[in-house]
């Protein structure tokens, strides 16, 4: 079992950057692929990036050059830095755990987190 909550959203100016973080409880959070979705009202919830339990890391289209993945296993922690925000990142944005195979696809991960509001104003 892993429980994960975000921190670190809120509202920032267009340009501005926002380091979002997840805390995640149990033994076993080194050994899962972590990653970070969004989900923006009425649309569907969307990856953005994933780290691997070594550190390896994959990057959206949409995010890739703006945004950084990053884990502290010791501290059981993920962070996702976010630069140059445009008004069209304002969303929820999630972590979660992969227990599945296909990181981009919601229905691989078991453990979410409750989400954190990002908005980003122009």
């Known amino acids: 079992q892993v429980q994960l909550v975000e921190s670190g959203g809120g509202l920032v100016q267009a340009g501005g950057s926002l380091r979002l973080s997840c805390a995640a409880s149990g033994r076993t959070f080194s050994s899962y692929t972590m990653a970070w979705f969004c989900q923006a009202p009425g649309k569907e919830r969307e990856f953005l990036a994933f780290?691997?339990?070594?550190?390896?890391?994959h990057y959206a289209d949409s995010v890739k050059g703006r945004c950084t993945i990053s884990r502290d296993n010791a501290k059981n922690t993920v962070h996702l830095q976010m630069n140059s925000l445009k008004p069209e990142d304002t969303a929820v944005y999630y972590c979660?755990?992969?227990?599945?195979?296909?990181?981009?696809?919601?229905?691989?991960?078991?453990?979410w987190g409750q989400g954190t509001q990002v908005t980003v104003s122009s």
């Open positions: 979660a755990a992969l227990t599945g195979t296909d990181y981009a696809s919601v229905h691989d991960y078991g453990y």
């Open positions: 780290i691997s339990w070594r550190g390896s890391t």
